[in-house]
């Protein structure tokens, strides 16, 4: 069944913007021999106030051996994301269209943003960062929920040329710091407390902690916005009715501060964000920046555990964002589009907010979650507003699966067209299921692969042309040149299987590590010389697909959330009852992966629930609830080479209980293995 080749629906082919595998070859050739011409074509759609010669368009450097490493797209250009996005949109006769439905969390909450209220509170927003003495080039962190003052935040950065940082709402206190520390953020953006599901989030005070933790480490938040989210949640049916509703946007009571939670206020730093818009001026004019200039920083988890700040710039990322969330998703003018993903993460930023307005596209944004209030929701959002493109994650797709078809039959799905996975290696019965009964079998599933760094989709089928095989990503997107290697970085040909690097930069490729350009280096081009080194494993078969098998270093994937090994052991670690702390992933048939925790203690210290417990709580405050192990297991010793170095590929085989360990002789001590088999918690 799984090698059945599936092919898109004759009907979308038909109106495709590619609709045929010779089409894809020819244009992806072009991509690859003529990068200069092939991107300097999309680029003409959209406002530079100053332009890159042919010469500067595109340059760079992936060889250690040549000097530092770097990525250029359209040097000498000048333009600003917002203006494209917003002004321009607006002028070209959307103004009326609505960008966003918002969907709350509780099903009587919801509203509306067309792009030129969007414009509007942008340009207001901008004029209050301005206020608080943000600049070009400054740092504005967002701790927010998925509420339409997320996107309007991010816009606003780029109206004025700074810099956003978006810290996903279910990280720690200690996790925002960390962030908000490393970028020198100047100003953070939050709101006083969210529900996601039945679950109460009180969002000000994490940020009242994470800002006495930065303080302490002698850097100062200098603002701190909040948006008063939760005197407008819940209120009574009907008060939503129609219209073009504002109910969230800007209707603020003189004191909004809810008397639903005890909220502590700093008075020379806090403000609510409704009383700084009230006076704001409804315009701004756009801040032209460079090419190259910083657009956002995002954090995702590195091997060493000290988290990695991803940097996007202008205008590469924005061509990139643009072209991947056309083709990928085959938007046309009138779809309606949804993408679950929280803006807090990287699918958020370009499949959220980036590529779909730079399509001019109507999206849903959805504040709950799929389970809430009953483990429909998001059929019953598919057909409310009748949604052709969906785009969500495998982990949810099983997680949804297990309860029953019934559930789906209820809804009238026909208005989908694209369904979207991302985030991890969709298995081939999801696969079906999601084809058969989301998309019931007249869609195509774009299984796309990519990564914080790359931006952008770099693997992935394109819906009206690519022939899909379940679990594959089939193909690379334009401008994507993808490679196989072995461990002596020998170029594998045809089939086989490797490490999945990629030859060179496309547009929408990270730029570098905040702050920490040698880090960038050492991480993503020490390991093969000449080429951007991903992570992950890859397939290729017979005719040419890609299939991603997974990461190859000591990271994590648990529900589409990256995060290394050593960040996990190093909290495990500071107990006073660890001594050493070893964590490896297990399969999960939920998260995809969970973790897996091995215990060695202190002298005289037990290990018992009450410390597996502490454990377990530790992460969740430290980390996020996301990341909490599922199992936490005694380890007297742990399978060590002589030199010392932890052999997780042992520790694997006995989280899952094969005995099939493998050679062992690199061993310091081989009696360890068995003792550490006969304490597996269920064994
Ligand atoms: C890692 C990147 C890109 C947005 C979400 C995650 C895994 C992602 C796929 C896919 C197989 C995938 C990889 C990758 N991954 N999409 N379609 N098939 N694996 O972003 O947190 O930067 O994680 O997610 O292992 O390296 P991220």
């Given amino acids: 069944m799984a090698d059945r080749i599936y092919y898109p629906n004759a009907e979308l082919a038909r109106t495709a913007y590619c609709n045929s595998v010779e089409q894809y070859k ?7 021999k003529h990068p200069e011409e092939f991107w300097g074509e999309i680029a003409k759609q959209f406002y530079w106030e100053t332009t890159s010669s042919n010469d500067k368009f595109f340059s760079y450097n992936f060889n250690r051996n040549d000097g530092d490493i770097f990525i250029k797209w359209m040097e000498g250009a000048s333009t600003n994301i917002s203006f494209n996005l917003l002004d321009k949109n607006v002028k070209c006769g959307n103004g009326d269209k609505i960008a966003f439905y918002w969907e709350g969390n509780d ?16 340009c207001k927003f901008a004029n209050v960062l301005k206020s608080k003495g943000v600049q070009k080039g400054d740092r504005v962190a967002i701790y927010m929920p998925m509420i339409l003052e997320l996107p309007i935040a991010m816009l606003a950065c780029t109206r004025i040329g700074a810099v956003h940082s978006v810290i996903f709402a279910g990280y720690s206190s200690d996790s925002l710091a960390e962030r908000v520390l490393d970028s020198k953020a100047k100003v953070l953006l939050t709101a006083d407390g969210v529900w996601r599901g039945p679950k109460f989030l009180n969002l000000k005070s994490i940020c009242d902690q994470a800002m ?31 219209g073009e509703k504002t109910k969230n946007i800007n209707n603020g009571t003189t004191n909004g501060r809810s008397n639903e939670m005890n909220l502590s206020w700093d008075d020379d730093r806090d403000c609510w964000w409704h009383e700084e818009m009230e006076d704001a001026e409804a315009s701004c004019y756009p801040v032209w920046v460079a090419a190259e200039d910083p657009l956002f920083i995002l ?21 990139y964002a643009a072209t991947t969330f056309k083709y990928v998703f085959d938007y046309k003018p009138n779809d309606i589009y949804w993408c679950t993903a929280d803006i807090g993460w990287i699918t958020g930023h370009t499949y959220v907010v980036y590529g779909p307005l730079a399509n001019a596209a109507t999206s849903v944004l959805f504040e709950g979650t799929p389970f809430y209030p009953q483990n429909d929701r998001y059929w019953s959002v598919i057909e409310k507003y009748k949604v052709s493109q969906f785009y969500t994650a495998p982990t949810a797709i099983r997680s949804l699966m297990k309860f029953g078809d019934d559930l789906i039959k209820k809804y009238n799905l026909r208005s989908l067209k694209v369904l979207g996975s991302v985030g991890e290696p969709i298995n081939s019965e999801a696969w079906l299921w999601f084809y058969n009964l989301i998309g019931q079998g007249k869609c195509s599933i774009a299984d796309t692969f990519w990564q914080t760094e790359t931006g952008g989709h770099v693997i992935t089928p394109l819906p009206g042309a690519t022939p899909m095989k379940p679990g594959s990503a089939t193909f690379p997107f334009f401008g994507v040149l993808p490679e196989l290697l072995d461990e002596d970085g020998k170029i594998i040909e045809g089939e086989g299987e490797g490490y999945l690097v990629f030859r060179q930069p496309w547009p929408g490729m990270m730029r570098s590590l905040y702050g920490n350009h040698e880090r960038f280096e050492t991480a993503y081009f020490d390991k093969f010389n000449g080429f951007y080194c991903t992570g992950d494993g890859a397939r290729r ?11 190859i270093d000591d990271m994590l994937n648990v529900s589409g959330h990256l995060m290394s090994t050593a960040e996990v052991e190093s909290v495990l670690a500071e107990h006073t009852a660890v001594a050493e702390a070893a964590v490896v992933s297990k399969p999960h048939p939920i998260k995809g992966q969970c973790l897996y925790c091995f215990i060695t ?23 996020g609830p996301f990341a909490q192990p599922d199992v936490v297991q005694h380890a007297p010793g742990l399978p060590k080479t002589r030199s010392g170095k932890i052999m997780r590929r042992i520790l694997r085989k006995i989280a899952i209980g094969d ?13 360890v293995v068995d003792l550490l088999f006969q304490l597996r918690p269920n064994a």
């Avoid at 020819?26 to 690859?32: A, G, P, V, W």
Wanted: charged fraction near 30%.
């Fill in 541 to 551: 078969d017979a005719d040419g697909y890609f299939w991603v098998t997974g990461r």
């Fill in 299 to 319: 954090y995702t988890s590195g091997s060493t555990g000290k988290p990695k700040g991803v940097l996007h710039t202008t205008a590469g990322y924005l061509i």
């Fill in 212 to 242: 006495a933790k930065v303080k302490s480490h002698d850097h100062k938040v200098e603002s701190c916005i909040v948006v008063s989210h939760l005197r407008r949640v819940t209120s009574p049916p009907g008060s939503t009715s129609d």
């Fill in 659 to 671: 005995r099939n360990v493998g050679d062992t002789s690199t061993l310091a001590d081989e009696s």
């Fill in 26 to 32: 020819q244009m992806h050739e072009k991509s690859i």
């Fill in 601 to 623: 203690t202190n002298e005289g210290k037990n290990f018992d629930k009450q410390l597996q417990d502490e454990l377990k709580k530790k992460i969740r405050e430290r980390i």
């Fill in 107 to 122: 099903i009587e909450d919801y509203s509306r943003l067309t792009y030129r209220k969007l414009l509007e509170e942008t």
